[in-house]
């Protein structure tokens, strides 16, 4: 499926529920592999059967096959671009967004520039600084998030820990610590979790 951002266009992929339940999440992925990379394919095929609808998209440096990430405003506006796409191909009740890593963290930055129509934030691995650069922190925007957040994190990240999160995220956010790094593995009881998280916060 095509996504068209202004210009140029990328990929889009849609997972939907056998029995929708009129919640559905948009989810990006990291800076260094796209949406059909396992990972990606198993948490949208996971939450798919369990009756949220997904759809998954590509940035378009990685549509390109160029293995630097576009500017910030490109990023985002793609981001804005699949957030039409699916309010037009799923029309869900509730929309939530998320993703790995950077993908996550360009969702929440648009999330707290005022996107609407949004239920909530699925954070799968927040880079809140680079390996060994903790100076160099990713929380301007932080404070301005409204929406239910979960955050899945590495006990082991390199790209901040569980702890290292707490202090910058709203306080009513859920971060859930994990085994692993950055890189953590996706099982059956993690998918329960995120599914269940977006059942019981879906709002209006």
């Avoid at 990685?62 to 910030?72: F, I, L």
């Avoid at 029309?91 to 930055?109: E, F, N, T, Y």
């Amino acid at each position: 499926m095509k996504l068209k951002v202004d210009e140029a266009s990328t990929a889009a992929t849609l997972y939907r529920a056998e029995r929708s339940s009129g919640r559905a999440i948009v989810l990006a992925h990291g800076a260094g592999a796209g949406q059909k990379h396992p990972f990606m394919v198993r948490v949208a095929d996971g939450l798919a059967a369990r009756g949220v609808d997904v759809m998954t998209f590509d940035f378009l440096y990685m549509h390109a096959r160029r293995r630097v990430p576009d500017r910030n405003d490109r990023l985002e506006a793609c981001w804005r671009a699949a957030i039409a796409r699916a309010h037009a191909e799923l029309a869900p009740r509730w929309l939530w967004v998320g993703g790995k890593s950077m993908g996550g963290r360009i969702a929440s930055q648009v999330v707290a520039a005022g996107e609407p129509r949004i239920a909530g934030l699925v954070l799968l691995g927040y880079p809140l600084h680079p390996p060994e650069q903790p100076d160099k922190l990713r929380t301007a925007h932080l404070p301005q998030l409204r929406v239910p957040i979960l955050c899945v994190q590495g006990e082991r990240d390199e790209f901040g820990t569980p702890a290292d999160l707490r202090p910058y995220f709203p306080t009513a956010a859920h971060i859930v610590s994990v085994a692993g790094g950055h890189s953590f593995a996706v099982d059956d009881d993690l998918l329960d979790r995120i599914a269940g998280f977006i059942h019981a916060h879906a709002n209006g």
